[in-house]
């Protein structure tokens, strides 16, 4: 059984998205371990603490430096065991440091098909609104390996949801939730899990 720490920051919806897929089986060759949040207090916790997960609360700010708190997440990242980190709506910036560290290790969900509406500044209904000003009429979801450049990973899985034309930003981001993310999320854990992902030129091959 591989390890699995989710980060969180917020609600913690994609969080319950993979709580519940554990719960039916279909996590294969893993269990969430941890859950990390940037913050006290936030819903995500409460979402772990009743499914009896362990929770550790890491504020970068309580670090004097970037390098103090690295150690502190690689510390808890390792008094676990964990096999693969989760960012699930994680809002702290993770050092490059860290992310060499977790190589192929750490995945991410961005709220649209990369490469549009992502990078530095593109987050929560932000992403959202930039595709409605745009007018397209399909954005989606994606998970990624995690690398330097934000957003910028190898794509595992991607899933498309049509726009409508009288979305707002958060019917929009609702949809993108309900019919990408909490789909793709635990499918990509669980394909991880099973050791069918490789990476090859930053391109992910899925095994059958
Ligand atoms: C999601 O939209 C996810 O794609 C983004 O942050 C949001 C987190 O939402 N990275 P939640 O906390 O999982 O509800």
């Given at each position: 059984m591989l390890k699995i720490a989710v980060l969180v920051s917020g609600g913690g919806t994609n969080l319950q998205a993979l709580i519940d897929a554990q719960k039916a089986g279909?996590?294969?060759?893993?269990?969430?371990a941890c859950v990390i949040a940037?913050?006290?207090?936030?819903y995500a916790l409460e979402r772990a603490s009743k499914a009896g997960i362990p929770t550790e609360v890491l504020v970068?700010?309580?670090?004097?430096?970037m390098e103090d708190y690295d150690n502190a997440l690689i510390g808890t990242l390792e008094r676990y065991g964990i096999d693969l980190i989760v960012l699930a709506g994680f809002m702290t910036i993770i050092s490059d440091h860290v992310i060499r560290k977790y190589t192929n290790r750490m995945i991410n969900i961005h709220?649209?098909?990369?490469?549009?509406?992502?990078?530095?500044?593109?987050y929560g209904l932000r992403v959202h609104e930039a595709a409605l000003q745009k007018g397209v009429k399909v954005t989606g979801a994606t998970v990624h390996f995690v690398n330097e450049i934000c957003d910028g990973g190898p794509i595992i899985l991607q899933k498309a949801v049509a726009v409508e034309q009288d979305d707002t930003p958060e019917t929009l981001q609702r949809r993108v939730m309900e019919q990408a993310e909490w789909k793709i999320l635990p499918q990509a854990v669980s394909l991880y899990c099973q050791g069918k992902l490789t990476v090859k030129d930053d391109h992910v091959l899925i095994a059958k």
């Open positions: 279909q996590i294969v060759g893993g269990e969430i940037s913050k006290p207090g936030v970068r700010k309580e670090y004097p430096t709220p649209s098909l990369i490469p549009s509406f992502c990078g530095e500044g593109f």
